[in-house]
């Protein structure tokens, strides 16, 4: 389990630096670079964005990403948990496939919605966004999403269950509790029709530990 002495923890504590808001701005910027300015995107959701996405869509679809799988490999630092007592959020790590949900951005709100989305997402330049090809029932898309940077320190594969629970239950952050983060996209997914079984299992195991210690 992970304490206060672990050095994975300790080293996310020393390298933990948020981005400057040029950083960020040029980093949707370059994002951006291709878009035309009178089109729609579309913004696939994996994690927190499924339940609050946090704006306006003109269509939601239930989509597949190849490539890539969903998995708690971000050590969070700022929305669900600090520098001192870090949270974990999901990432898309490389590998499998993931099902998520694709959100129609209209082209007149593209600008506003991904400075606030970079806003909440981009916090330490943690993730790569990048435009991926996703699979729906409607036809493939293009769509906007966060992947993990497996070179920066906040990226983390080596927990166990066990570490992965105690880390999810004491950590806070600006949004609130990591427990409620983890709890909350099981079940949207589930809500959504999605299986995600590994998540499922961590889930169990997750409210078994909570129950023990109420």
């Known amino acids: 389990m992970n304490n206060p002495g672990d050095p994975k923890l300790a080293s996310v504590r020393r390298s933990f630096r948020l981005l400057t808001d040029s950083e960020r701005q040029a980093s949707l910027e370059r994002s951006l670079t291709h878009w035309v300015p009178d089109q729609d995107i579309w913004i696939f959701g994996y994690g927190s964005l499924v339940w609050r996405p946090e704006f306006n869509f003109s269509e939601r679809r239930l989509a597949v990403l190849h490539g890539?799988?969903?998995?708690?490999?971000?050590?969070?630092?700022?929305?669900?948990?600090?520098?001192?007592?870090?949270?974990?959020?999901?990432?898309?790590?490389?590998?499998?496939s993931c099902k998520g949900m694709a959100f129609r951005i209209a082209a007149s709100e593209v600008p506003e919605t991904l400075k606030a989305l970079w806003k909440r997402e981009m916090p330490s330049g943690a993730y790569l966004p990048?435009?991926?090809?996703?699979?729906?029932?409607a036809g493939h898309i293009q769509a906007l999403a966060f992947i993990m940077d497996r070179h920066t320190d906040a990226y983390v594969n080596s927990?166990?269950?066990?570490?992965?629970?105690?880390?999810?239950?004491?950590?806070?952050?600006?949004?609130?509790?990591?427990?409620?983060?983890?709890?909350?996209?099981?079940?949207?997914?589930?809500?959504?029709?999605?299986?995600?079984?590994?998540?499922?299992?961590?889930?169990?195991?997750?409210?078994s530990s909570i129950a023990r210690n109420s």
């Open 130 to 137: 990048k435009w991926l090809n996703c699979r729906t029932r």
């Open 68 to 96: 890539y799988h969903r998995a708690l490999c971000l050590w969070s630092r700022v929305n669900r948990g600090t520098p001192e007592q870090p949270g974990l959020v999901f990432g898309l790590d490389l590998g499998g």
């Open 159 to 207: 927990l166990s269950k066990d570490q992965l629970v105690a880390i999810v239950q004491r950590a806070h952050g600006h949004y609130g509790p990591c427990t409620e983060y983890v709890l909350e996209t099981a079940q949207a997914l589930k809500h959504a029709g999605i299986r995600d079984r590994k998540l499922e299992a961590m889930v169990l195991h997750l409210q």
